[in-house]
């Protein structure tokens, strides 16, 4: 039926639906969601499942593939036009997040390591703080490790342990985050093997970035024989600079260095 003025309206209702979701999302920030790979064959497609399930649109979705010598690059071209795909040569995971973000038209940034796995809800829950709240910068969530079926006696001997247990997610896999705050506090520090994410952190706090913890575990992270938190060595080498460089821009009193204290778990669910 012809309709003066609008001559391609849609006649189903199943189109004014489609056409309405259209809308709905047109009117949200976009996030950029970012997956660091480097040999991730074996986990990178449930890692994209789980961005794919979200529950918050609109979003795009980015593959930095640091250099992969396995069959990383064919699970990936299986999304098609879902996932955009990046190849550098290996530099690391802090360089790949540095290309993520550069590659990005998001207003907001998200990662998710290739091995790990969100919550179909992670950022719808997170965007509604951010909504709540304009004045936030980043927000992160609680974080539980689980382990693959071939490491399930090291599960069992940390089920009590600290490692067993949700914590306060101070790393890539929780962030959500204002695109205008890596201007504002700068990339990933690509000299660190390890702890490039906490040295992030302890920079966007010493700017005074506003932070927000949700109780909620939003992401599960596995545990197998080739996390790099493994070498045990280099990684506490690391974390020892980390901590001297930041000790080190309090005592100069450097620009723009803020006192600060990192925010306790949200306590929202708790009271109600």
């Given at each position: ?8 309206y ?7 639906t ?8 047109m009117s ?10 480097y ?7 449930e ?25 990383t690059a ?23 997040r ?8 998001g207003?907001?940034?998200?990662f998710?390591d290739?091995d ?12 509604a ?13 609680h ?11 090291e599960?069992?001997r940390?089920?009590?342990h ?37 040295e992030?952190?302890?920079?966007a ?15 599960c992270?596995?545990?197998h024989?080739?996390n ?8 506490l080498e690391?974390h020892l600079?980390i ?12 620009a723009?260095f803020?006192?600060?204290e ?11």
């Amino acid at each position: 039926m012809f309709r003066a003025g609008c001559a391609n309206y849609p006649d189903t209702s199943k189109e004014r639906t489609e056409i309405r979701e259209l809308a709905s999302q047109m009117s949200k920030p976009q996030i950029s969601c970012i997956v660091p790979v480097y040999n991730g064959e074996r986990y990178v497609k449930e890692a994209l499942d789980s961005i794919l399930a979200q529950t918050y649109r609109p979003i795009e979705i980015i593959v930095v593939d640091d250099g992969s010598v396995d069959g990383t690059a064919g699970v990936v071209a299986s999304y098609g036009d879902q996932v955009k795909y990046v190849r550098q040569p290996n530099a690391g995971p802090a360089a790949a997040r540095n290309r993520g973000v550069s590659k990005a038209q998001g207003e907001f940034i998200a990662f998710l390591d290739a091995d790990d796995l969100w919550h179909p809800e992670k950022l719808e829950r997170q965007m509604a703080r951010f909504r709540a709240c304009p004045l936030l910068d980043l927000c992160v969530t609680h974080v539980q490790n689980f382990w693959i079926p071939e490491l399930q006696e090291e599960a069992e001997r940390f089920r009590n342990h600290r490692h067993g247990r949700p914590v306060p997610g101070y790393v890539t896999q929780t962030l959500l985050a204002r695109r205008a705050l890596f201007e504002s506090v700068g990339q990933f520090n690509t000299s660190l093997k390890h702890g490039d994410a906490q040295e992030w952190f302890l920079r966007a706090a010493e700017t005074g970035a506003v932070m927000e913890v949700l109780s909620d575990v939003l992401v599960c992270r596995r545990l197998h024989r080739t996390n790099f938190s493994r070498e045990v060595s280099r990684s506490l080498e690391d974390h020892l600079r980390i901590v001297k460089a930041s000790l080190d821009r309090r005592r100069r009193g450097s620009a723009g260095f803020r006192a600060y204290e990192f925010p306790a778990p949200d306590q929202r669910d708790k009271e109600s």
